[in-house]
């Protein structure tokens, strides 16, 4: 495959110059070295083609950052027939990564928000859980960047985020403790200054 050697989008600087992405067989050689430090030997024949087959998935399983949630939110619509009331996409499962450990975080996000004349496609919302999933996260950093994103391009009356989320950093290593789930949220507009339609909103993604 070939590479594609770009500057990450958001990408800090160094010196005053941006960091490119690293080429495609850098990043094999990468993943050859973790190889060796863990014990094993690149060379043998299960890992022959394991450095390509890990620098695909990573290229997958972070293509986060190749989007910009701004663009995927896209087209917004008038035509609700004058509807004003929550409108919430609740279980969206999600796959990211925790950005101290690069283990997986697995979880839901439960997203509403209060239109103000326009509303979104509803896969749309689904989409910028994805595009913030697939980027090494912190949880709490997951669910701002969602509510932000919506309050941003929709301007709602309000918006609300809940991520109930468990983290492999906590149950596959430290501690241990498997099935522990944190929760995070966040308010945004009339979500965040009226307490009854926080209620509403947790109301709504809690009855089942």
Same mark, same amino acid.
């Given at each position: 495959?070939?590479?594609?050697?770009?500057? /990450? !989008?958001?990408?800090?600087?160094?010196?005053?110059?941006?960091?490119?992405? !690293?080429?495609?067989?850098?990043?094999?050689?990468? %993943?050859?070295?973790?190889?060796?430090?863990?014990?094993?030997?690149?060379?043998?024949?299960?890992?022959?083609?394991? @450095?390509?087959?890990?620098?695909?998935?990573?290229?997958?399983?972070?293509?986060?950052?190749?989007?910009?949630?701004?663009?995927?939110?896209?087209?917004? &619509?008038?035509? %609700?027939?004058?509807?004003?009331?929550?409108?919430?996409?609740?279980?969206?499962?999600?796959?990211?990564?925790?950005?101290?450990?690069?283990? @997986?975080?697995?979880?839901?996000?439960?997203?509403?928000?209060? !239109?103000?004349?326009?509303?979104?496609?509803?896969?749309?919302?689904?989409?910028?859980?994805?595009?913030?999933?697939?980027?090494?996260?912190?949880?709490?950093?997951?669910?701002?960047?969602?509510?932000?994103?919506?309050?941003?391009?929709?301007? @709602?009356?309000?918006?609300?985020?809940?991520?109930?989320?468990?983290?492999?950093?906590?149950?596959?290593?430290?501690?241990?403790?498997?099935?522990?789930?944190?929760?995070?949220?966040?308010?945004?507009?009339? &979500?965040?200054?009226? @307490?009854?339609?926080?209620?509403? /909103?947790?109301?709504?993604?809690?009855?089942?």
């Amino acid at each position: 495959m070939d590479a594609i050697v770009k500057n /990450f !989008p958001g990408a800090g600087t160094q010196n005053g110059a941006a960091n490119p992405r !690293p080429t495609q067989a850098e990043a094999e050689e990468a %993943v050859r070295i973790l190889l060796r430090w863990a014990g094993d030997n690149p060379d043998r024949e299960g890992l022959l083609d394991t @450095p390509k087959r890990v620098a695909k998935s990573y290229r997958e399983l972070f293509s986060g950052y190749e989007l910009d949630a701004n663009d995927v939110l896209g087209t917004t &619509f008038e035509e %609700v027939g004058g509807y004003d009331d929550i409108i919430l996409v609740r279980d969206i499962p999600f796959y990211s990564h925790c950005e101290h450990h690069m283990v @997986p975080i697995t979880g839901k996000a439960h997203v509403a928000y209060l !239109p103000a004349g326009r509303v979104l496609g509803l896969s749309k919302i689904a989409r910028v859980v994805e595009i913030y999933g697939r980027r090494l996260q912190t949880q709490e950093t997951m669910t701002a960047q969602i509510a932000q994103a919506i309050d941003s391009k929709l301007k @709602p009356r309000g918006v609300a985020v809940m991520i109930d989320a468990e983290h492999m950093c906590m149950s596959m290593r430290g501690v241990q403790k498997q099935g522990s789930t944190t929760l995070t949220t966040s308010f945004s507009g009339t &979500f965040k200054t009226e @307490p009854a339609q926080q209620a509403r /909103f947790m109301s709504m993604v809690y009855n089942r």
